[in-house]
């Protein structure tokens, strides 16, 4: 099993190095300019916003999006539980070159050295959004799962942020989060007088909310963890 990931990390890994020896300028566009929040994650956001609104309304397609939304905050907190508590994997970029990578050139150290690289919360958090969308619209969650894949998680694994294989568990545990979680019956319930609660009373705090919520979710809540971290490191 291991053998067999091994494989896998190096194939995709000398793969992508065919590329990222050549050229300066393109690894800063792929690297620096894909890596924005706004260009990455927004989008998938939006997706969810566009569903919410768009014709024809219906409020069982809101209650699948807030069931989904549910999933998406639990795959964030699995995701970095797992990588708190699950064995420490370096990061290609910061393996001291005994994963075989060689860093894009003229790139500039990530402040990511001290984060465990699996799984990839990117990865599960934007398959996660993708599947709640899927379940929605085809059309559009296809196009999410193409976004998910070629502008958010492919350039991680160029600039050595990630292995395949991190990618690839962070990718299943959101599909995954998202299609149990909105089978539970509880959920559904909860979503559904919760929506109806929301919509009746207090409209404008709903929203004002999901704003604000949308919003975290762009940056993946780094400001507020590393907030966390600094009152940890001040407590300790």
């Known amino acids: 099993m291991t053998l067999g990931i091994h494989v896998v990390d190096a194939g995709v890994m000398a793969f992508l190095q065919q590329f990222s ?23 998938l956001v939006c997706a969810i ?14 209650v699948f999006l807030l069931e989904g ?13 797992l990588q708190a ?32 690289s699996f799984p990839s919360d990117h990865a599960a958090v934007v398959f ?5 969308c899927w379940r929605v619209s085809r059309p559009i969650g296809a196009l999410c799962y193409l976004w998910s894949a070629f502008v958010v ?3 991680r694994l160029y600039a050595g942020y990630h292995y395949a ?10 599909v995954l989060a998202v299609v149990l979680l909105t089978r539970v019956r509880s ?9 109806k609660w929301t919509e009746e009373r207090y409209a404008g705090l709903f929203y004002a909310a999901a704003f604000a919520l949308s919003y975290q979710i762009v940056v993946l809540f780094d400001d507020l963890r590393r907030l966390a971290r600094e009152l940890m490191s001040l407590l300790a």
């Open 69 to 81: 939304i549910v999933a998406v905050l639990a795959t964030i907190g699995v995701s970095r539980l």
């Open 153 to 155: 998680c492919l350039p």
């Open 165 to 174: 294989t991190d990618v690839l568990a962070g990718a299943l545990l959101g």
């Open 21 to 43: 020896q050549k050229s300066a300028a393109f690894n800063a566009l792929v690297i620096r300019y894909m890596d924005v929040p706004t260009l990455k994650m927004l989008p």
């Open 128 to 132: 996660a959004i993708s599947t709640v």
């Open 85 to 116: 508590l699950g064995p420490e994997r370096h990061r290609p970029i910061y393996a001291n070159g005994i994963s075989g990578f060689l860093p894009p050139i003229g790139m500039r150290p990530s402040p990511l050295e001290d984060w465990s």
């Open 49 to 62: 916003w566009l569903l919410w609104f768009g014709r024809p309304a219906s409020e069982r397609k809101r």
């Open 187 to 195: 959920i559904d319930l909860a979503a559904n007088r919760f929506l």
